[in-house]
T-cell receptor, first 116, second 114 residues
Framework: GAGVSQSPSNKVTEKGKDVELRCDPI?????LYWYRQRLGQGLEFLIY????????KSGLPSDRFSAERTGESVSTLTIQRTQQEDSAVYLC??????????????FGAGSRLTVL | AQSVTQPDIHITVSEGASLELRCNYS??????LFWYVQSPGQGLQLLLK??????LVQGIKGFEAEFKRSQSSFNLRKPSVHWSDAAEYFC????????????FGTGTRLQVTL
């Protein structure tokens, strides 16, 4: 697609429920990243995919968080047994490698999660 | 661990005035540096990036930034701010060998008065 697409754009859920957030990266982008942005704060790295493998999961805050990616396409971030502190905007980004080796990330508009 | 500091949480400037947003990064291997802008309800948009070469880089919307290795800084500047520049600005760094994982600062919220 033309950009990184995320769904849902807004999700309100009750504490204890599971949620799934979806990211559709730019076609041909091999790398995919998930970040979390709490209100008034910067972006926290969650997980990075290269293809469908996740070489860096170091940012996942607990075992309630998991993510998967199908090939070099859609990724799903799953939060089980949601807690109020999970309320945040979850941002997805994808990239293709630049000639210098550093990736320029293109971000989606985010999924705003509110846990009541 | 790599880190980025944006010391100014909130800045207010008058339209037409000049702007400088500060960014300092922790010392490490060769850094790649970025500035992103986030308008309300929208995703992050890349303003500019520094990989190597000329330490003064030009970006979109009239922004520029200067990489100063001796000061570990990458400050963002604009000579004349427009009301539409009101947004949140994030500085980010990635070091070689870290799988291009961006580390972000906490952001600076820019307010523009007319």
């Amino acid at each position: 697609g033309a950009g990184v697409s995320q769904s849902p754009s807004n999700k309100v859920t009750e504490k204890g429920k599971d949620v799934e957030l979806r990211c559709d990266p730019i076609s041909g982008h091999t790398a995919l990243y998930w970040y979390r942005q709490r209100l008034g704060q910067g972006l926290e790295f969650l997980i990075y995919f290269q293809g469908n493998s996740a070489p860096d999961k170091s940012g996942l805050p607990s075992d309630r968080f998991s993510a998967e990616r199908t090939g070099e396409s859609v990724s799903t971030l799953t939060i089980q047994r949601t807690q109020q502190e999970d309320s945040a905007v979850y941002l997805c980004a994808s990239s293709s490698r630049t000639v210098s080796g550093a990736n320029v990330l293109t971000f989606g508009a985010g999924s705003r999660l509110t846990v009541l | 661990a790599q880190s980025v500091t944006q010391p100014d949480i909130h800045i207010t400037v008058s339209e037409g005035a000049s702007l400088e947003l500060r960014c300092n990064y922790s010392y490490g291997a060769t850094p790649y540096l970025f500035w992103y802008v986030q308008s309300p309800g929208q995703g992050l948009q890349l303003l500019l990036k520094y990989f190597s070469g000329d330490t003064l880089v030009q970006g979109i919307k009239g922004f520029e930034a200067e990489f100063k290795r001796s000061q570990s800084s990458f400050n963002l500047r604009k000579p004349s701010v427009h009301w539409s520049d009101a947004a949140e600005y994030f500085c980010a760094v990635v070091y070689t060998g870290t799988a291009s994982k961006l580390t972000f600062g906490t952001g600076t919220r820019l307010q523009v008065t007319l």
